[in-house]
């Protein structure tokens, strides 16, 4: 969650060689290859079915669906004085992304929180940041989700063969 524009989902594979297969299933606007901006799975469930049972496994596909939540924030140095220390930090992609990120940012404002107190209050400003960052509480974003989400596992059953799911259709 968190990734991409509010409420719209993505396709994540960390199998370059099945977007093609997942485009023609689910759609090709929504599927995201592998990038050097997501994060490596390590252990993956269709890792372990390939170990135990690899024949199986060929005919697997293996996706995440996520969703957005809160948008990046932009690079904003204003606050930062040196101009040297700016310039050093727009260098530095690492420390960019880490600036830019809204989920991240809200990660660490709540990680810093719990540093200075663990036992920070539920109500604590940055607490509620960080369920933001993960969870839009409002009833356009639930709407949206649930119903791609209907969408894309009608989409799933559909592919492997079972056509009968009106319970899943969308509103």
């Not at 485009?23 to 135990?52: A, C, E, F, N």
């Not at 920070?120 to 960052?133: C, D």
Request: hydrophobic fraction near 40%; charged fraction near 20%; include cysteine.
């Amino acid at each position: 969650t968190g990734l991409g524009k509010n409420g719209v989902d993505t396709l994540i594979t960390m199998d370059e060689k099945i977007c093609d297969r997942l485009g023609k299933i689910y759609g090709r606007s929504h599927i995201k290859p592998p990038t050097g901006d997501m994060y490596k799975v390590q252990g993956s469930t269709l890792d372990i079915v390939g170990s135990l049972a690899p024949s199986t496994a060929k005919d697997l596909l293996s996706v995440c669906q996520e969703f957005g939540t809160i948008p990046m924030l932009g690079l904003n140095l204003g606050w930062l004085a040196p101009t040297s220390l700016k310039n050093m930090i727009v260098q530095i992609p690492v420390l960019n992304a880490i600036l830019c990120d809204g989920v991240l940012n809200a990660m660490l404002e709540e990680l810093v929180a719990w540093c200075k107190n663990p036992k920070t209050p539920l109500t604590h400003p940055s607490k509620g940041r960080l369920l933001a960052a993960f969870y839009d509480q409002s009833a356009s974003w639930k709407e949206r989700i649930l119903d791609r989400g209907r969408i894309v596992l009608s989409q799933s059953l559909s592919h492997i063969g079972i056509k009968k799911h009106g319970a899943l259709s969308s509103k």
